[in-house]
């Protein structure tokens, strides 16, 4: 059923249509203010800002009653390009890539670039920012409908101390431990929105790279904060071999020999195709959250078993099926257990597996998105 033989609006689709053919000169500055439009034939005065909504609800549903532009979104990051690293870009991209196939354009507009990040074009219908330091209250944009959301991953208290968080329209929370705490220590009501993967990029077709080939590894940089692999792994006590790929880990004595650099992002399937578990280190940013990294996701859809620390992800997000570990004993046992155990470990990939290519790719992300960006419309245009 499409958006609008779910929406009832006072004037038909053929009037809509006519109005907008007599302000033809008009419509590009409509969107940028809110007047009102009496309507001599259908005796309603309507005001321009439930016309924007319209024109949004037209792009989301593809009709180009009002405009042959699409829903144009734009999302916040830290940085863009092909030397990146920051995960909320890569995040970003994932998720673009099936926004894409609802028809919709995708850009990126990072800290680190070149123009003023915001200044926002006029064109752009809905900004997601993934940072937390991104102020909604300095964006500078003609579009008086523009749809501000957060999508925190990470850092969830600095995010809701912010001054200017309450001027989002949306926010979402990657887990449901993310929802209660932002609940409750603001004035919004998250959707749940968790990471995923883009199984286009990461799955079991992947084939090896004989330069990456191990028992198990380690993706993630090391920045003087402190990390529960440091203190729980011990590779020189298991009889399997380890490769540890990321920034500065050659700051850790025990874990020089095993280091192999960084990875760039487009290497990570080849990566997780080549080795047979991958270890998830959940950092403070996100564990008692129960925020789930993207790795997770990723080197299950690859067809690597992935044992975590995080406790609270795992229980949530995964219903208890991820080995989970809290201490270098169970670490350890996990490890040399899945690994001398192969049966055991293809049964538990293949559950897990086949659970995240069904709940937790990107394209179950967009249609919630897609869903809740007209419920939200809905509100601001009640039958």
Not at 50 to 71: G, V
Not at 187 to 204: D, G, H, S, V
Not at 236 to 253: E, S
Not at 269 to 294: C, H, Q
């Amino acid at each position: 059923m499409s958006i609008w033989s779910k929406l009832k609006f006072k004037v038909s689709k053929t009037r809509l249509r006519q109005i907008k053919n007599s302000i033809q000169d008009d419509i590009d500055s409509i969107k940028y203010r809110s007047v009102n439009i009496y309507d001599d034939k259908s005796k309603h005065s309507i005001d321009t800002k439930q016309i924007n909504t319209k024109f949004i609800l037209d792009k989301i549903d593809n009709n180009t009653l009002f405009s042959n532009e699409p829903l144009k979104i734009a999302f916040i990051v830290t940085e863009e390009g092909e030397i990146a690293s920051a995960g909320d870009y890569f995040t970003a991209i994932e998720f673009g890539e099936f926004l894409k196939k609802l028809g919709w354009h995708i850009s990126f507009i990072p800290h680190h670039g070149q123009g003023y990040w915001y200044h926002i074009p006029d064109d752009v219908d809905v900004v997601i920012s993934l940072l937390d330091r991104y102020d909604p209250n300095r964006i500078k944009s003609l579009n008086q409908s523009l749809i501000k959301i957060a999508w925190p991953r990470n850092w969830f208290d600095r995010w809701v101390s912010h001054p200017s968080f309450k001027k989002y329209d949306m926010v979402f929370a990657p887990s449901k431990t993310a929802q209660e705490y932002i609940n409750k220590f603001s004035n919004k009501k998250p959707i749940l929105l968790p990471l995923a993967t883009n199984p286009n990029r990461f799955n079991e077709n992947i084939p090896q790279n004989q330069e990456y080939l191990c028992d198990y590894c380690f993706t993630g940089s090391y920045w003087n904060d402190p990390r529960d692999i440091i203190e729980m792994l011990e590779p020189d006590n298991i009889p399997y071999k380890f490769n540890l790929y990321g920034k500065n880990w050659d700051k850790i004595p025990k874990f020089k020999k095993y280091y192999h650099g960084f990875i760039p992002y487009s290497k990570l399937p080849e990566v997780y195709a080549s080795t047979k578990i991958v270890i998830d280190d959940a950092n403070r940013a996100t564990k008692k959250y129960g925020s789930v990294n993207s790795r997770v996701y990723d080197a299950l859809a690859c067809g690597a078993l992935v044992i975590t620390n995080g406790k609270k992800g795992a229980l949530e997000t995964f219903k208890g099926k991820l080995p989970v570990f809290n201490s270098n004993k169970e670490l350890n046992y996990q490890l040399v257990y899945y690994l001398s155990n192969e049966d055991e470990r293809r049964a538990k990939i293949e559950e897990l597996q086949e659970f995240v290519l069904e709940k937790h790719t990107y394209a179950n992300r967009a249609e919630t998105l897609e869903k809740n960006l007209v419920t939200y419309l809905s509100t601001l245009n009640p039958q």
